[in-house]
């Protein structure tokens, strides 16, 4: 078992509730995510969980209709 942790990324593209709902929803499935905050105003993705995969984060961003910031 790993270690549970906090990865941050920069969001691009979200506008609204249903934004964040959508990226919250799509990030909370990504195996070993344990909890997903989401800040609109700041285009900020906080994920915390254990072994966190950044493409399969960045993959569920996408199905969400958005990409991370570079």
Known sequence: MGQETEKRYGIEGM????????VAGEVAVVPG???????????????HG???DDQ???AAVA???YSLRR
């Open 50 to 52: 254990e072994d966190i």
């Open 15 to 22: 506008t609204c509730a249903h934004c964040r709902a959508a």
């Open 33 to 47: 995510v344990t909890a997903v905050e989401v800040e609109l105003e700041a285009g900020r993705l906080t994920v």
């Open 63 to 65: 199905e969400a209709g």
């Open 56 to 58: 399969a984060v960045a």
